[in-house]
């Protein structure tokens, strides 16, 4: 379950240039109320990752780079 603290996003959100920006959002908002998880690859309304869902280590690393670029200085 979603609350201030915990986020689920799709991992199609990472795909789009502006839905980044949604996650950075998210990133920021975050960890201006105390912190929190955000979890990659769940989609709303599920509970677990798509079963044959696979997520390779230059994906993550895209991921952080781009989230601190957009959140640096913000």
Same mark, same amino acid.
């Given at each position: 379950?979603?609350?201030?603290?915990?986020?689920?996003?799709?991992? &199609?959100?990472?795909?789009?240039?502006?839905?980044?920006? &949604?996650?950075?959002?998210?990133?920021?908002?975050?960890?201006?109320?105390? !912190?929190?998880?955000?979890?990659? !690859?769940?989609? /709303? !309304? /599920?509970?677990? %990752? %798509?079963?044959?869902? &696979?997520?390779?280590? !230059?994906?993550?690393?895209?991921?952080? &780079?781009?989230?601190? /670029?957009?959140?640096?200085?913000?």
């Amino acid at each position: 379950m979603e609350d201030y603290s915990f986020e689920k996003k799709s991992l &199609k959100l990472i795909k789009d240039k502006a839905d980044l920006r &949604k996650l950075a959002k998210t990133c920021v908002c975050l960890a201006n109320a105390k !912190g929190g998880i955000i979890v990659i !690859g769940i989609e /709303d !309304g /599920d509970d677990q %990752p %798509p079963v044959n869902q &696979k997520i390779d280590d !230059g994906l993550i690393s895209k991921i952080r &780079k781009r989230i601190n /670029d957009q959140t640096i200085n913000v």
